[in-house]
């Protein structure tokens, strides 16, 4: 068994060898998601040892992001303004620049109490979830080909 402390330092020198360019900052999200905590929790839990099956699914998770998996693939989620939506690699990974586009599309219904939103394109959801999530008025319809 070892220690919170001991797997960030292991995972991190691992994922650096592996050319990720915030290998600690990684390290502490994929443990995170694997003890279900959040960073800043872990870094009040390094004393804290790890069990077999946390240890089994960490060794799967990591294995993915050596072979350069996309961190939001590998993890399953990422955060996109107040929400954590699901992703997997049948979707772009929605990207900080789209956050812009959920703020300007805000801007742009502002004043209307009831809008309606058409997000074509729509992907993991990103921009529709984000728009329903922080304009409760809005109606909106999303769609996607794929
Ligand atoms: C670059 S992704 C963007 C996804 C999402 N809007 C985001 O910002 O994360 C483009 C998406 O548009 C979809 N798409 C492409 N052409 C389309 C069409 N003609 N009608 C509907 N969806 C389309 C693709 O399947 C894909 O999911």
């Given amino acids: 068994m070892t220690t919170v402390h001991a ?6 020198e691992r994922l650096g060898a592996a050319g990720c360019a915030t290998p600690r900052v990684e390290a502490e999200l994929l443990l995170g998601h694997v003890l279900g905590t959040t960073r800043a929790e872990l870094h009040g839990a ?35 303004r107040r929400l954590s939506l699901r992703v997997d690699p049948r979707v772009l990974v929605p990207r900080p620049e789209t956050e812009i586009v959920v703020e300007r599309c805000l801007g742009l219904v502002r004043d209307c109490t009831r809008p309606r939103v058409l997000d074509v394109g729509t992907g993991s959801g990103a921009i529709a979830l984000a728009l ?14 794929s």
């Avoid at 797997?7 to 991190?12: Q, S």
């Avoid at 329903?132 to 080909?145: C, F, L, S």
């Fill in 7 to 12: 797997t960030l330092g292991r995972v991190a």
């Fill in 46 to 80: 390094s004393a804290r040892e790890l069990g077999e099956d946390d240890e089994r699914l960490l060794e799967i998770l990591v294995s993915r992001r050596e072979r350069r998996e996309p961190l939001a693939y590998v993890l399953g989620e990422w955060g996109f």
């Fill in 132 to 145: 329903a999530d922080e304009h409760r008025g809005a109606r909106i319809t999303a769609v996607d080909a």
